[in-house]
């Protein structure tokens, strides 16, 4: 059974601080995808990144980055100089290719920024 | 950019009341999905559908129904609302046909049951 771990429910910094969210799934695929959404506070889940399970190059986007390690079955998400903006809940998600299930999702990770 | 959109965005009923929340999507997608999320986060499955016709049950154990006569439109009803059922609403449609699509969500239905 697929599943997807956010061990952090909520983590505060301070503005400019790096800060790394968390992710740890289960799955018996060998093919899936990994997925982190943003939710600010108006509500709407945003998707930000996609990654296939043979796709273990990191990857980095202005001042965000994931770290996609199969051995540690993890796929974490790094915030540097991080800003109020970036104040919300983060999301974890799963998707397998057999079974034709839905997407899995983590419990979330609050992040607050304070200035 | 998606295009789904959540109606209403916020309610407020007393129990017992019948309601349905609104979701439509203009980008033709095959799959669409409602969640529900507590005050604590987590996102629960509810309902999902992988084409017209088509509806199943998701994790959550739920007192609502779904229909899909449209390919754009999901509506999901509570024929008797509790108080236990007052939770953000979040509706989201996918692409068909490949197990890495992003799902795209709407802004959600705040539904508070008094």
């Known amino acids: 059974a697929q599943k997807v771990t956010q061990a952090q429910t909520e983590i505060s910094v301070v503005e400019k601080e790096d800060v790394t969210l968390d992710c740890v799934y289960e799955?018996?695929?060998?093919?899936?995808?990994l997925f982190w959404y943003k939710q600010p506070p108006s509500g709407e889940l945003v998707f930000l990144i996609r990654?296939?399970?043979?796709?273990?190059q990191n990857e980095i986007s202005g001042r965000y980055s994931w770290n996609f390690q199969k051995s540690t079955s993890s796929f974490n998400f790094t915030i540097t100089a991080s800003q109020v903006v970036d104040s919300a809940v983060y999301f974890c998600a799963l998707s397998e290719v057999s079974g034709n299930t839905p997407l899995v999702f983590g419990k979330g990770t609050r992040l607050s920024v304070i200035a | 950019e998606a295009d789904i959109y959540q109606t209403p965005r916020y309610l407020v009923i007393g129990t017992g009341k019948k309601i349905t929340l609104e979701c439509s999507q203009t980008m033709g997608h095959d799959k669409m999905y409602w969640y529900q999320q507590d005050p604590g986060m987590e996102l629960h499955l509810i309902h999902y559908?992988?084409?017209?016709?088509?509806?199943e049950k998701g994790d959550l154990s739920s007192e609502s129904t779904v229909s899909r006569i449209r390919t754009e439109h999901f509506p999901l009803t509570l024929e008797s609302a509790r108080p236990s059922h007052t939770s953000q609403y979040l509706c989201?449609?996918?692409?068909?046909?490949?197990?890495?699509?992003?799902?795209?969500f709407g802004n959600g239905t705040r539904l508070t049951v008094t």
């Open positions: 799955t018996r695929d060998t093919t899936y995808y």
């Open positions: 990654r296939n399970s043979f796709d273990e």
């Open positions: 559908s992988y084409g017209v016709n088509s509806t």
């Open positions: 989201a449609s996918s692409e068909s046909g490949t197990y890495n699509s992003p799902l795209h």
